[in-house]
């Protein structure tokens, strides 16, 4: 896929393309932002790591490209933007076991 952002844009596998995608969406709606290093393939068609600043003001549009191979898919990377998306997206919550007994609530607040 191509990933377009303001100012140029990067080919690269759809994989990890998705995976920054999914990644900006929630990075946007936690106001955060954070540098992703991926492989890229650069004007001469070799394979090259880059550097992605993306946070809440990133624009992003990833376009398919038709008849380009499929070169750097890395499932490490991969798998860890995935991990650091599923970390924001993911509301922390606590499970509470029937019989568990919660401490008494204190109401005098001096």
């Not at 003001?57 to 599923?86: C, M, N, Y």
Request: hydrophobic letters at 40%; proline letters at 5%.
């Amino acid at each position: 896929m191509t990933l377009h952002y303001t100012g140029g844009s990067v080919l690269m596998a759809d994989d990890v393309c998705e995976a920054v995608i999914q990644y900006a969406r929630v990075l946007a709606a936690s106001q955060a932002s954070d540098v992703l290093v991926v492989p890229v393939i650069d004007e001469e068609g070799e394979l090259v790591t880059a550097e992605l600043l993306v946070g809440p003001a990133s624009q992003l549009l990833a376009v398919p490209v038709t008849g380009a191979k499929e070169s750097g898919r890395d499932q490490r990377i991969i798998d860890d933007i995935q991990r650091r998306t599923r970390l924001l997206d993911s509301p922390a919550s606590v499970t509470r076991r029937s019989g568990d007994v919660l401490p008494p609530f204190d109401h005098d607040m001096s």
